[in-house]
């Protein structure tokens, strides 16, 4: 089993979510990452030389392994489990697990299956439909020193996939220097 699955799952398992307007992330220099609208892989290319995706694992999930959370967000459905690190310049950045339903890798998302390295966001977010939502975060380190994830919605051609993204220690998100708009 992946080092990053042993180490990060567990946390991304046990985060209690929160909705931003809940926590003060509003207007902190982390905020500005953990409530990034658009894709976060772009961003993160504007921060390295070399924006590179690891994929971990993929497989096929029964709906019976969804928790109750994912099924209200995503539907009772058999999905696509797709496990990744996102790395700047070699470093890793983000380790991401991500939903797709089974309903979603349908006709024109049915190559969403067969991305390997390519980052899942620069491939939704170039089709005009995608929007996301349901976006919520949490704390799964310490007050002080926090180890920040969160969770969201996807939307493509107005059908859901589901992402989770737990924010590693080398991460720009904590940096000061990269805590603005850009
Ligand atoms: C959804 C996005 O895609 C990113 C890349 C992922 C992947 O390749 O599996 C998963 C989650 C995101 O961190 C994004 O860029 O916003």
Redesign the pocket.
């Known amino acids: 089993m992946s080092k990053f699955k042993q180490l990060y799952k567990p946390l991304l398992d046990r985060a209690q979510w929160q909705a931003p307007e809940e926590t003060a992330l509003e207007g902190t220099g982390f905020g500005h990452w953990l409530l990034e609208p658009d ?4 961003r993160f290319q504007r921060h390295c030389d070399h924006f590179t ?1 690891s994929l971990i694992e993929q497989t096929r999930i029964h709906k019976s392994q969804l928790s109750d959370d994912e099924r209200a967000l995503i539907g009772d459905v058999d999905c696509l489990l ?1 496990k ?1 690190v ?1 790395m700047g310049d070699g470093i890793p950045w ?1 380790f ?1 697990r ?1 939903l797709i339903p089974a309903s979603t890798l349908t006709g024109q998302e049915s190559d969403l299956e067969q ?1 390997g390295e390519m ?4 491939r ?2 170039t089709d005009r439909s995608a929007r996301r939502d349901a976006l919520v975060v949490a704390n799964v380190g310490t007050c002080n020193d926090p180890l920040w994830a969160r969770r969201s919605r ?1 939307w493509i051609n107005e059908k859901p996939l589901l ?1 989770a ?1 737990l924010f590693l220690e080398a991460a720009p998100v904590y940096a000061k220097e990269s805590q603005s708009w850009n």
């Open positions: 894709s976060l892989s772009r995706v797709r990744v996102l983000v991401a991500t991305l980052p899942l966001g620069l939704v977010f996807l992402v993204e």
